[in-house]
């Protein structure tokens, strides 16, 4: 039996659950342990992939095709283990399950009940991702606030397995805030207390208490919550804002945080081997001043965390290149034909991301075209290579109008377009190709440059495609079609190779993307960009 660990929120949310559980996951990772870690997430979409970037940020996409909440990014990204369709749960898709149950008659005529129906649900969810992974460990955060009433069943769901694996086999974590009162100088540990009794309430007594704060506690605070919550003095951690979010292990396990969830699992292994992480830290904090400056063009950059993973993407590579990435976050709908060239000067690079509908989309085809005439180090992704290719078709082959079948469905000249047949083959996300899938590098491209291999495998989001019936005289113009489908129906990528990095992928590479492993072409593109004069 795994070892279940349960991560808890309370007083506000946005305190960094997601980087404490992905944390004490690259620790245990560290010490031998095979870590598997899940989200339960309170609202009631069955998933985050209809929801606005703007309500929920960025959907991040695991392996097996799953849309999930972006706290999975960071899960990928600190433990360095692919997630599945077990690792995001919602009310929306326990409730879908269930209801389905009921009209399949797997209830045997019961009356449907939160408790046990909706409490068993979420409880085989859990136990599942264990069974799925092998897992010596799970580490299973639950959305939201203690005291909302979304989140009750999940509170009960997993204070019902606590019992299920014995105490021994099962702890909790409660991540909380303590405030700082500039007016009397003070830390204060009330909230706390406040949230614990709250905990308590639903029968959950936490194991150990994470504080989250912005400047050093002191010691009289620690032995106040412990005495007051009832924990052991050293299972009160404190979890301090960091400037660096990739520090967050080596600041944690300084406090001993490894060290005290393995004694009160009852786990026998080595101390944490963090050479690697501390020498990416170290690389982190060895960029100094130089810089350069990449201009992320989007729809939806009132909100950073829509663009999670690309961001850590750049920075990722930007430690690589001992260099500081710097973002110029542009509003894709603010540029225009008479101020193109303005906004977008001075950058190093130009980024344009993933999204949908056609909002800011002649934004977008400008700073391509800019980047294409300028020279400029450009990086397409998802959208931003299907608008690459509209802006080469209309300014470079001389296709005056044209343009995706997303966008305009009387267009005459659809380059980008849901192709025929396509949906026969996929089951998921409706008409969404979502997950792996493999891709053929055509040989002598910057592709192959990048990432040194012919057969590679990218994670998808997305619906339309390049439109095969404008392979011959777009590429008669310039474009090169540098990776496809293995059944060659699909242009997979695009790219001008009388640039130094002018590359657009139809995937999202940026979520294979980890801190001490860049991904390749986040480290081409940033690598152009060190050598692009601003």
């Known amino acids: 039996m795994p070892k279940y660990i349960f991560v808890t929120g309370g007083v506000v949310s946005g305190l960094g659950k997601g980087i404490t559980a992905a944390s004490l996951g690259r620790l245990?990772?560290?010490?031998?342990?095979?870590?598997a870690a899940q989200k339960l997430d309170p609202y009631i979409n069955v998933d985050p992939g209809t929801m606005s970037p703007y309500q929920h940020g960025e959907v991040y996409v695991t392996e097996d095709g799953a849309e999930t909440d972006l706290d999975l990014g960071h899960y990928e990204r600190f433990i360095d283990e692919d997630l599945n369709r077990y690792s995001n749960l919602t009310t929306g898709k326990v409730y879908w399950n269930v209801l389905n149950k009921e009209r399949r008659g797997e209830y045997l005529g019961s009356t449907v009940q939160v408790i046990p129906h909706i409490t068993d649900e979420i409880k085989d969810f859990v136990y599942r991702v264990g069974k799925k992974t092998g897992a010596d460990v799970v580490i299973t955060e639950i959305g939201g606030t203690i005291g909302d009433i979304e989140s009750q069943p999940f509170i009960e769901a997993v204070r019902q397995i606590s019992l299920e694996a014995g105490r021994e086999n099962s702890l909790f974590i409660h991540v909380t805030l303590v405030p700082y009162l500039h007016g009397s100088e003070e830390h204060k540990s009330k909230p706390t207390q406040?949230?614990?009794k709250e905990l308590q309430g639903m029968g959950i007594n936490p194991d150990i208490i994470v504080l989250r704060c912005n400047e050093p506690l002191?010691?009289?605070?620690?032995?106040?919550?412990?005495?007051?919550?009832?924990v052991k003095p050293d299972c009160v951690i404190e979890n301090i804002t960091l400037p660096n979010l990739y520090e967050a292990p080596l600041m944690l396990e300084r406090s001993g945080f490894s060290g005290v969830v393995c004694r009160e699992l009852g786990l026998s292994v080595p101390e944490p081997d963090l050479t690697e992480w501390k020498e990416m830290v170290?690389?982190?904090s060895l960029a100094g001043s130089r810089h350069v400056e990449i201009g992320l063009i989007g729809k939806y950059t009132g909100l950073h965390d829509a663009y999670l993973s690309v961001v850590e993407a750049l920075h990722h590579a930007g430690f690589c290149h001992k260099v500081q990435v710097r973002i110029r976050w542009i509003d894709s709908e603010e540029i225009s034909e008479k101020n193109a060239a303005e906004t977008l000067s001075g950058l190093n690079g130009i980024l344009v991301p993933g999204g949908f509908g056609s909002r800011g989309i002649e934004g977008m085809i400008l700073a391509a075209k800019y980047a294409r005439e300028n020279h400029v180090p450009y990086l397409g992704i998802c959208l931003g290579m299907q608008v690459a290719v509209i802006e080469f078709a209309r300014h470079a082959a001389g296709i005056a109008d044209a343009n995706s079948g997303e966008f305009d469905e009387q267009c005459r000249?659809?380059?980008i377009d849901?192709?025929?047949?396509?949906?026969?083959?996929?089951?998921?996300?409706?008409?969404l190709r979502l997950g792996a899938y493999p891709c053929i590098i055509s040989p002598g491209t910057v592709m192959e440059r990048c990432y040194g291999k012919l057969e590679i495998s990218e994670r998808h989001r997305h619906r339309y495609e390049f439109n095969n019936d404008y392979r011959g005289i777009l590429t008669d113009c310039g474009l090169t079609l540098s990776g496809f489908s293995p059944d060659d129906r699909l242009v997979e990528t695009v790219e001008l190779?009388?640039?130094?990095?002018?590359v657009g992928v139809q995937y999202h590479p940026e979520f294979k993307s980890r801190p001490n492993r860049p991904h390749p072409l986040f480290l081409g593109f940033v690598g152009a960009a060190t050598q692009h004069p601003d």
């Open 497 to 502: 190779s009388d640039q130094d990095f002018f």
């Open 28 to 35: 245990l990772k560290a010490r031998g342990l095979k870590v």
């Open 413 to 415: 000249h659809k380059v």
């Open 218 to 230: 002191e010691e009289s605070i620690f032995r106040k919550i412990a005495l007051f919550c009832n």
């Open 282 to 284: 170290d690389r982190i």
């Open 194 to 196: 406040h949230s614990v």
């Open 418 to 431: 849901f192709m025929p047949g396509q949906s026969e083959d996929i089951d998921k996300g409706g008409t």
